[in-house]
């Protein structure tokens, strides 16, 4: 099942075309990746999903209907999403970021309803932020705060979420706390996920879709097992892998791995 | 990181037709005027001096000398502007921009209020300090973390002091009731120019000018960034200073006979690089002759519409110019 | 979900500010060419005042008060949405140009048009806005860049640009101007509270009225505004159009102000620097009181212009650039990224 599609989509800016005619869906209820080198177009293609681009042709849908034809207001009750090492003025509270997940659900002059607070608390609760929500966010540490910009994206109550790199300015055990927060929504609260990771063996870890990319194409898309091969990520990322199966989780991981012979040939 | 680009055209010719167009135009603001001149007469006034002609005067007491110095003012702001673009990599400076103006307007007023009667050596130092004051303060400022000038910090300081000092300006005209009004030394005019000014002003121009074009190859080189200069062997801070410190005289003198002409220093490097590459041992003379020569025509358009404001007849070129470099990304050249 | 502690100090702020505008104007409208004790003074203000007193004080300070408080509140206001909307904390009306944009198109109104002397009062605002606008239009069209959008680098330079040349303009206009004319406009642009009857306030009042509390509400979506691009879009703000419209209230803020107030910057940089010092960025908390500070200051430096040179005064826009121009460099100083 899968409510959220890209449908022979081309984007770009100006003359320069990113990615073009690609076609993507996104399962539901599951976290899906999506890796891929520099420039290959995976954030570029996040923030089209999410209708943070425009597109050039072709159509993003949400439940059968143009991501680009409905309010934006309606959208973002839909689909949260958390941009990459975002910067907030100084001062600015924890709770008072949380609030402002709840912008979509408000009306008039944006006052805060009892239920609005509820989720508030809820979201808060969920990842651990509760207890410094009068605190400064530039005063937390890197992990704290992407908790607290996902509770902000928990508090618009969506059942899409997109992250951009979630994990990529954070330290090891940051980064795990974070992911492990990703997992337990999902399974918790079966929200659909949807994000850009760096690290392969993170990505295969933590998902259960995955999806490649390599200059604006879609090279593979499927269950990790199925794409976590030898001859893919070669294709991908030019690297030439060794692959087992990981001892704690079962899953394949990545266990060495080389530049492929023939770049140093190709001069 | 260029060096020296090329520019479009050779330099020597365009520089003999920069000197050509100057002197053209130079007879033609003679020849013009309410009185009617032949060419004759000029060279007639030129060698043959008869001080009861009358039309010997009007050409020796008026119109020579404020061709003469429309030509230096230029010549001082438009160098003026590409040593300032050079030392701070930034293609949008210029002497208004960074404060030069508006400091030497403010000492200038000083002067004025406390010594009315000032001969124009004093107000040349005058001006001289206060682009100082008001330049230093910018560049201070606009200072980045890295090496050199962050050119958005240039801007933003230079309009606040600006402001400031216009300001304080403003307060010491009305605190000591100078009968010049709040628009005096804003509007910028050339038609003043007496003999007098310009014996003391000619000098430190063109003097400022010779050690600025000697050093036009340590400019090229600053050119190329503070640590790769530096990496070089170059002595920056001495460069720097002494260029800006010149650059600085060069404004302050222009405003302590003229007022407030702005854009002059911004346009004229720009469209010189453009026609000869970036090689500042080209870009400083041709910039001197081409400012000289921007300024006479201006000034002549100016006398022509009624005695309008200099400074405004380039402001008209000068913004669309500015906006249109903006636009393209304020890049150096 | 505020800090309790950050309500009331904004409360009890807004109380202090309060009383000090009013001490302010107290101090002011006893000052001047003429004087007047405090005890005529509080006299005047219930009805029982002596002739001469109450004519001065309702027919002309009073009305010029009110016109400096809203003139005040008014540009610090315009400041605190511009730094919010285009994300740069030094932008401000004055150093954007837009002021000079505003006097640019008076000075040309007053040369070419027909000046009726009973609308004019009326009219100017309106004046003062189509230049205020025009320039806005120009700075943000020409500092928009395909790739980044507009920039805070290239908005101020093209601000700084165009208030220069828009200021040499007003003065090459001056130039064909007569003797009281010229006068006007060059104690216009250095900032002189000229509007001193009530037919200013009426003028100027409705607008205030309208656009102050407008922008008030929409204190939820500045905060967002306020913070990246796609956090904002993500929550679902309709970032194209808020932008504009908010700059363009903003805008015709200003100009309204400048119109009966003369050419006054930095109001709109102090008020909402100092208000967010004390209560933070949070706009329900900090726009009431950058609005109060800019009242305060604005008449705080009227006053002190008129105390300082009598009997004519200082023009109001000169004291605070004086006190103004420093500040903001200061800040610029301390910002290590601008």
Redo the contacts between chains.
């Keep these: 099942m899968t409510r959220l599609k890209g449908e022979q989509v081309t984007i770009g800016?100006?003359d320069h075309v990113i990615v073009d005619n690609l076609d993507v869906q996104i399962p539901d209820g599951k976290i899906t990746s999506i890796i891929g080198p520099n420039g290959c177009g995976k954030s570029t293609l996040l923030?089209a999903l999410?209708?943070?681009l425009s597109i050039k042709s072709g159509a993003i849908k949400l439940d059968n209907a143009d991501i680009h034809a409905q309010?934006?207001?309606?959208?973002?009750?839909k689909?949260?999403?958390l941009?990459q090492s975002?910067?907030?003025?100084?001062?600015?509270?924890v709770?008072?970021?949380?609030?402002?997940?709840r912008?979509?659900h408000?009306k008039g002059?944006?006052r805060?309803s009892a239920e609005d607070?509820k989720e508030?608390d809820w979201a808060m609760r969920v990842t651990g932020t509760y207890d410094f929500?009068?605190r400064s966010i530039n005063d937390l540490s890197g992990g704290q705060r992407q908790r607290v910009w996902i509770a902000?994206?928990l508090a618009?109550r969506t059942d899409i979420i997109f992250l951009d790199e979630p994990t990529t300015y954070l330290d090891i055990s940051h980064q795990l706390e974070i992911l492990e927060l990703i997992t337990q929504l999902n399974k918790e609260q079966g929200c659909t996920i949807i994000m850009v990771l760096h690290d392969i063996n993170q990505a295969v870890r933590f998902s259960d879709h995955l999806i490649t990319m390599k200059n604006g194409d879609i090279v593979a898309d499927g269950d990790t097992e199925d794409v976590l091969t030898k001859d893919i990520l070669e294709k991908v990322f030019n690297i030439d892998v060794e692959i087992s199966t990981d001892p704690r989780t079962g899953k394949p991981m990545l266990v060495t791995y080389d530049l492929c012979k023939k770049s140093y040939s190709e001069v | 990181m260029t060096t020296k680009r090329k520019g479009k055209l050779n330099f020597t010719a365009t520089f003999s037709i920069a000197c050509v167009l100057l002197i053209i135009a130079l007879m033609i603001s003679i020849l013009y005027g309410d009185a009617k001149i032949h060419l004759t007469t000029i060279f007639e006034a030129i060698f043959d001096y008869n001080p009861k002609n009358q039309q010997h005067n009007i050409i020796s007491e008026i119109r020579i000398p404020r061709d003469i110095g429309a030509i230096l003012v230029g010549v001082a702001l438009g160098t003026s502007g590409a040593v300032i673009q050079g030392v701070t990599k930034n293609g949008l400076a210029d002497p208004s921009l960074i404060g030069l103006n508006s400091g030497a307007a403010f000492m200038l007023a000083l002067t004025f209020a406390f010594y009315p009667t000032a001969p124009f050596l004093v107000m040349m130092f005058a001006g001289f300090i206060g682009a100082l004051i008001g330049g230093f303060i910018v560049l201070m400022i606009g200072r980045s973390r890295s090496d050199g000038f962050n050119p958005m910090r240039i801007i933003l300081a230079g309009a606040a002091v600006s402001a400031l000092l216009t300001a304080l300006s403003q307060g010491v005209a009305l605190l000591f009731r100078l009968n010049q009004s709040l628009t005096f030394w804003s509007a910028g005019g050339v038609s003043g120019t007496t003999w007098n000014q310009l014996m003391w002003a000619a000098p430190f121009i063109l003097v400022s000018l010779v050690i600025i074009v000697s050093m036009s190859k340590q400019l090229t080189i600053l050119n190329l960034g503070e640590t790769l200069a530096k990496g070089l062997g170059q002595n920056v801070a001495f460069t720097r200073g002494i260029t800006l410190i010149l650059s600085m005289i060069l404004a302050g003198i222009a405003v302590a006979m003229v007022g407030q002409i702005a854009f002059v220093g911004l346009m004229v490097p720009h469209i010189v690089r453009y026609l000869v590459g970036t090689d500042y041992a080209r870009v400083i003379p041709l910039t001197a002759v081409v400012g000289g020569l921007l300024l006479l025509v201006a000034d002549t358009i100016a006398r022509m519409l009624g005695e309008a404001p200099v400074g405004a007849i380039i402001s008209f070129i000068g913004v669309p110019y500015f906006l249109y470099l903006v636009k393209r990304g304020g890049r150096f050249s | 979900m505020i800090d309790p502690k950050l309500k009331r100090k904004q409360w009890y702020a807004m109380i202090i500010l309060t009383i000090c505008v009013l001490l302010a104007c107290a101090w002011s409208m006893t000052s001047g060419e003429y004087k007047m004790s405090m005890g005529a003074f509080f006299k005047t203000l219930i009805g029982q005042g002596e002739y001469t007193d109450t004519l001065i004080l309702m027919e002309f300070r009073l009305p010029r008060m009110v016109i400096t408080i809203l003139a005040g509140a008014a540009l610090a206001m315009s400041g605190a949405i511009i730094q919010s909307v285009t994300r740069n904390p030094l932008a401000e009306p004055g150093i954007l140009g837009i002021n000079a944009g505003s006097g640019f198109v008076i000075s040309l109104f007053i040369v070419v048009g027909q000046v009726d002397a009973d609308n004019f009062i009326y009219v100017l605002p309106i004046i003062s806005m189509i230049g205020g606008v025009l320039t806005a239009l120009i700075i943000f069209s020409f500092s928009y860049n395909k790739g980044e959008g507009i920039t805070p680098a290239s908005m101020v330079l093209v601000g700084v640009g165009m208030a220069s040349a828009l200021s040499g303009g007003s003065l090459t206009l001056m130039s064909t101007f007569d003797e009281d004319q010229s006068e006007f406009i060059a104690s216009w642009l250095a900032g002189n509270i000229w509007g001193d009857e009530w037919a200013f306030v009426i003028a100027f009042l409705p607008w205030v009225i309208v656009l102050i509390p407008y922008l008030l509400i929409k204190a939820n979506v500045l905060n967002l505004l306020n913070t990246h691009q796609h956090i904002a879009q993500g929550v679902g703000v309709k970032i194209g159009r808020e932008r504009i419209v908010l700059l363009l209230v903003a805008v015709l803020l200003s100009s309204a102000a400048v119109s009966v107030a003369g050419a006054i910057g930095f109001i709109g940089l102090l008020g909402p620097h100092m208000a967010k010092s004390i209560v933070g960025p949070r706009h329900q908390l900090f726009l009431p009181l950058a609005v109060l500070i800019g009242a305060f200051l604005l008449v705080f430096a009227d006053t002190v212009g008129q105390v300082i040179l009598q009997p004519s005064g200082i023009p109001a826009g000169i004291v605070v650039a004086i006190v103004g121009a420093p500040y903001f460099l200061y800040l610029m100083y301390k910002t290590k990224s601008v």
């Design positions: 800016y100006g923030k999410s209708r943070l309010s934006t207001k309606e959208i973002a009750k689909i949260a999403i941009p975002p910067e907030v003025a100084d001062g600015l509270t709770g008072e970021l949380v609030s402002y997940g912008f979509p408000q002059f944006g805060l607070k508030i929500r009068l902000m994206a618009q």
